[in-house]
């Protein structure tokens, strides 16, 4: 079963653009979830799409922005970028609900805004 | 809302020796699941171990164990026979799973481990 894909792994940005990242979660999986990580913040949930559905939200301002298709895609959009969103941003996909539920991660995009 | 807390950022072990990494993490819930998962340099972040709130025995995979004390809220996962590539940083994390909400997960802010040859 192939894994979590993330496109593109690396993007260059400055102050002011906007970005979307794109992610293709494990085969049959239809929960995106998607992480901020930095340096001494760890990982920092932004939002969590099921069925096209943004099911949780974190503490994230407007400008983050995502959705998913009916494939189970997801895009995760930011617009007017600032240079605190320089980040590493993960993807992960997760199948089953109401028990234990494994998150799969895919390689993440290296987002740097100068 | 759940936090996961990691206490030390950087540690350092000489390989064959153990380690032991701590996580400490704050809930009202009863029924949670407990993660730690390993991000190697410049690689994907794979899961290492987990364990069920509602099971006392503590989850072992190979080297890898945990001590889960949960009257203390403590998880803290021992890497025994370190090998070179244990090099990572390590994130704990907690998961409330919900039917129908989604299982949100609360990851700590790593620790950042290196075995020493």
């Known amino acids: 079963k192939a894994g979590v894909t993330q496109t593109p792994r690396y993007l260059i940005k400055t102050r002011g653009q906007q970005v979307t990242l794109s992610c293709s979660p494990i085969?049959?999986?239809?929960?995106v979830s998607w992480y901020q990580q930095t340096p001494g913040q760890g990982l920092q949930f932004l939002f969590e799409?099921?069925?096209?559905?943004?099911?949780n939200k974190g503490n994230f301002p407007g400008r983050f922005s995502g959705r998913q298709f009916s494939n189970s895609r997801s895009e995760m959009n930011v617009s007017t970028l600032e240079l605190g969103d320089s980040a590493l941003y993960l993807c992960?996909?997760?199948?089953?609900?109401?028990?234990?539920?494994?998150?799969?991660f895919g390689p993440g995009t290296r987002l740097t805004v100068l | 809302a759940q936090t996961v807390t990691q206490s030390q950022p950087e540690m350092s072990v000489q390989e064959a020796e153990t380690v032991t990494l701590s996580c400490t993490y704050d809930?009202?819930?009863?029924?949670?699941?407990l993660f730690w998962y390993k991000q190697p340099p410049s690689r994907q972040m794979i899961l290492v171990i987990r364990?069920?709130?509602?099971?006392?025995q503590n989850a072992t995979e190979n080297r890898f164990s945990v001590n889960f004390q949960k009257a203390a809220k403590s998880f803290s996962l021992k890497i025994s026979d370190s090998q070179l590539g244990d090099t990572a940083m390590y994130f704990c994390?907690?998961?409330?799973?919900?039917?129908?909400?989604?299982?949100?997960?609360?990851f700590g802010t790593g620790t950042s481990l290196t075995v020493i040859p």
């Open positions: 994390a907690f998961m409330k799973p919900r039917q129908n909400t989604g299982n949100q997960f609360y």
């Open positions: 364990q069920e709130a509602y099971k006392q």
């Open positions: 085969s049959g999986h239809r929960s």
């Open positions: 799409y099921f069925s096209e559905t943004q099911r």
């Open positions: 992960a996909s997760s199948g089953r609900e109401g028990s234990y539920n494994e998150q799969f």
């Open positions: 809930t009202s819930e009863n029924n949670y699941y």
